[in-house]
């Protein structure tokens, strides 16, 4: 078990420019969620899926960010145009539903810094 | 907002049981406690979760009151490793409802 996979483990990028965030959930895990974490808001959850159709997307910040899972393996988190303010370490989660009795797999995040 | 509060910080003496305490007076009868924990800047790691009874394993045991109101964390001897940043959740995943919410946590020093 390869656990979740997460790329790139470090963004740099100029304010403006696109930023895309990959994420590879463990096999056969049905439920997937993004975080953002800074210091001073902690650990936010921003959208998560289940069956790659997104349930709850309330926590996305604004227009500029965008979350897909187009198959059960692979998702993305987008930002366009990035801002400073985006700087952050960004997790990707799995799990199976099983009614909650399942615990979240966390991939070891994206640190991506806004120049 | 999370469902759950927790001390913002605890120390514990290396070698030492370490307590991590958690309310969750509105819990509901579905949902299940959780306990992960951060060190540094990795992904959170699960310790445990349980329902309605205590559980066990190889990292900590949960102690749940009777009620479900409240929950108890334990690292039955802490080693300097178990310096981290505490976790406890409540989840519930219906068929379309699976929100996972982390509020600010308790932040673990264990001290030689």
């Known amino acids: 078990d390869a656990g979740v996979i997460q790329s790139p483990r470090h963004e740099v990028t100029e304010m403006g420019q696109e930023v895309t965030l990959r994420c590879k959930p463990i096999s056969g895990h049905n439920s997937l969620f993004w975080y953002r974490q800074t210091m001073m808001r902690g650990l936010e959850l921003l959208i998560y899926f289940n069956n790659n159709v997104p349930i709850d997307d309330s926590g996305m910040p604004e227009d500029r960010f965008s979350a897909k899972m187009p198959n059960a393996s692979f998702s993305t988190l987008k930002i366009q145009p990035s801002e400073p303010r985006d700087s952050a370490v960004y997790f990707c989660a799995s799990s199976t539903r099983q009614g909650g009795n399942s615990p979240l797999h966390f991939g070891n995040g994206t640190r991506l810094t806004v120049t | 907002d999370a469902k759950t509060t927790q001390p913002p910080s605890m120390d514990c003496a290396e070698g030492r049981a370490a307590n991590l305490p958690c309310n969750h007076s509105?819990?509901?009868?579905?949902?299940?406690v959780y306990w992960y924990r951060q060190i540094h800047s990795q992904g959170p790691q699960y310790i445990i979760h349980g329902l309605k009874n205590n559980e066990t394993n190889e990292m900590a045991s949960l102690i749940i009151t009777e009620d479900r109101k409240s929950s108890t964390l334990i690292l039955p001897h802490a080693t300097l490793r178990d310096t981290a940043v505490y976790y406890c959740?409540?989840?519930?995943?219906?068929?379309?409802?699976?929100?996972?919410?982390f509020g600010p946590g308790t932040s673990l020093s264990v001290i030689p």
């Open positions: 959740i409540v989840r519930v995943a219906g068929t379309s409802y699976d929100k996972v919410i």
């Open positions: 509105t819990i509901s009868g579905n949902e299940y």
